[in-house]
Structures are given as structure tokens and as C-alpha cells.
């Protein structure tokens, strides 16, 4: 990211806060861990069409389209330079965690193969005065991630965008 600071803004951020803040302080690790991969993943599809102005819909839309996935968006993301290796790693874990939560329904942070996955997605991430949470390490690396995917939108849309040569 530049060294210029561009504060994120949306038109649903305070209804993205508002159902992550639901989840953090009265819903399941499951419920929490889906909200935050749901957004991560729109975010990330916001990120796209913003920095491919020219692309047609049906590359985002539709189960056999090419960017329908969340694996592909970070991928195509990373490719162009929108963030670095070490949150497209994180993004890359938190979508694993999210598809592994959506199809086991008893797992938790606190389970033995998601302490290390929270462990790892936090790797980088400042938790000095965090407490020793893995629900609150998660929610501490979930919210780097959308506000990291928030930031770059709002630097994307602020810089010139490259104009075709043949509209």
C-alpha cells in the first residue's frame, strides 16, 4: 500500500460493521467465521470490477464464470500487484477456514486444527494488548483483512485508471 492513507469508505460499511460486531459478541465461531469470509470475498469482488473497469459482467458472475471464486479473485488480486504475498496468504487461510466451518458444523476457533490456522492468519499482526482469544485473534485478523480490501478500493479509486485503445 502507498504511504498516502485514503480512509475506506462504502456505501454498506456500518451495515458490514454492525453484522461482524453481531457475530463477534453473540454469535457462534462458525456464524463468525462465515460473516467475515462473506465479506472478505465481496470485498475482494468489489476490488476487482473497481481496478477492471472494463471488464463484462459474466467474468464475475455465475458458477463457471472466471472469477466467480474466491480462490480466483485473491489469485487474479495478487497477480496485479493489489496486495502483497502476506495477505494474500491470510486470505488464502481464512478462505480455507471458511470452507472448512460451512461444511463441518461442530468445529470451533478453540479446536486443535484451528488454533494453528489463527495462529498463523495473526502472523504480522500486532497483538500486544489483545487477550489471549483465539475468537478475538480471529476477529482482530478478519478485521485487517477487510479494512486492508476496504483501503486498497479506496486507493484504487482515487488513482487514474489506464484508458482502453479501443473503447
Not at 480466483?72 to 477456514?97: C, F, H, Q
Not at 489471549?132 to 478485521?143: E, M, P, Q, T
Amino acid at each position: 500500500m502507498t504511504g498516502n492513507l485514503v480512509a475506506p469508505d462504502w456505501p454498506d460499511k456500518e451495515e458490514f460493521m454492525k453484522e461482524f460486531n453481531k457475530e463477534l459478541s453473540t454469535g457462534s465461531d462458525r456464524a463468525l467465521v462465515l460473516v467475515a469470509g462473506a465479506m472478505t470475498d465481496e470485498l475482494l469482488l468489489r476490488l476487482l470490477k473497481i481496478s477492471l473497469p472494463f471488464a463484462c459482467d459474466e467474468m464475475f458472475e455465475g458458477g463457471n464464470s472466471v472469477l466467480s471464486s474466491w480462490s480466483a479473485r485473491s489469485t487474479i488480486v495478487r497477480s496485479l500487484g493489489l496486495i502483497p504475498e502476506e495477505d494474500y496468504r491470510r486470505l488464502n487461510l481464512l478462505r480455507k477456514m471458511r470452507n472448512d466451518m460451512a461444511h463441518k458444523l461442530s468445529l470451533t476457533l478453540s479446536d486443535s486444527e484451528f488454533v494453528n490456522r489463527v495462529q498463523e492468519l495473526c502472523k504480522g499482526i500486532n497483538l500486544s494488548n489483545i487477550p489471549d482469544n483465539d475468537r478475538i485473534k480471529f476477529s482482530v485478523a478478519g478485521l485487517y483483512l477487510i479494512s486492508m480490501l476496504s483501503l486498497r478500493i479506496a486507493e484504487v479509486k482515487n488513482s487514474p485508471i489506464v484508458r482502453p485503445l479501443f473503447p
